[in-house]
């Protein structure tokens, strides 16, 4: 019996240590399945830029944000539910560009920036977002005119897409627009600033936020 009592504690103890591993394993596979891919409320959960992404041997990640747990880079601060249906986002201004540098890998042959971009409130036909890549204006959006829309064009080793989708409301009536928007330029400088301009004309009262921000580079082929 005194033995028994002997060698009958450790075995209690190696299970609750093998307990608590299992433990931290699925809390740690929840916080990365969170990470990659975060879903909202209602019909926002079709993802746009968001998502998986999957890297090939050339390619190396610099950013992927979904602000869920930091803004870290950018010159403004989480703004939570600042749309209807939607968590944490990176809210737009009425008045301020947002802004932020990535710094790229040296000889970068491609640089791919994705991310999703959200208008909410009165937006009026003259209201746009100017989308600026270093020195260059890619494009500038408004509300779509319907419910899919696809902008796309290269030019000078720059190409652009951006697809939009308008999403139903989720609560107070509110309708979202979101825009899923992909820059890729050859060849580009160490330092790569994304720049949003809001222009809001006849709307004042416009919000806009982006999301899912990625970016990868790719090096020179072998």
């Known amino acids: 019996m005194e033995q028994y009592a002997q060698t009958r504690g450790p075995v209690r ?6 307990w608590i591993v299992l433990a931290v394993a699925a809390f740690a596979l929840a916080l990365l399945i969170l990470t990659m891919v975060r879903t909202g409320e209602g019909s926002i959960n079709s993802l746009g830029a968001g998502g998986l992404i999957t890297l090939e041997e050339r390619d190396t990640l610099i950013a992927f944000q979904d602000f869920s747990f930091d803004t870290d880079g950018w010159d403004r601060a989480i703004q939570e539910n600042s749309l209807p249906g939607l968590g944490p986002v990176l809210d737009g201004s009425v008045d301020t560009a947002v802004e932020r540098v990535f710094a790229l890998p040296e000889e ?3 640089a791919t920036i994705r ?8 937006w009026g036909r003259e209201d ?3 989308i600026i890549l270093g020195e260059i204006q890619t494009l500038a959006l ?8 696809l902008v796309t ?4 080793g720059l190409s652009v897409l951006a697809q939009s989708a308008l999403l139903d409301p989720i609560r107070d009536n509110h309708r979202v627009a979101r825009y899923s ?5 050859s060849f580009p400088a160490d330092r790569l600033t994304l720049r949003l301009v809001p222009e809001l004309v006849d709307g004042a009262q416009s919000n806009w936020a982006i999301d899912n921000v990625s970016v990868v580079a790719r090096g020179p082929e072998a």
């Open 13 to 18: 103890a190696l299970i609750s240590v093998d």
């Open 108 to 110: 970068t042959a491609l």
């Open 181 to 185: 928007v992909e820059l890729a330029v």
């Open 142 to 149: 408004g509300w779509p005119s319907d419910n899919s829309e």
């Open 153 to 156: 064009f290269a030019r000078d």
């Open 128 to 130: 746009t977002i100017h």
């Open 115 to 122: 991310f999703d971009m959200f208008l909410n409130g009165g």
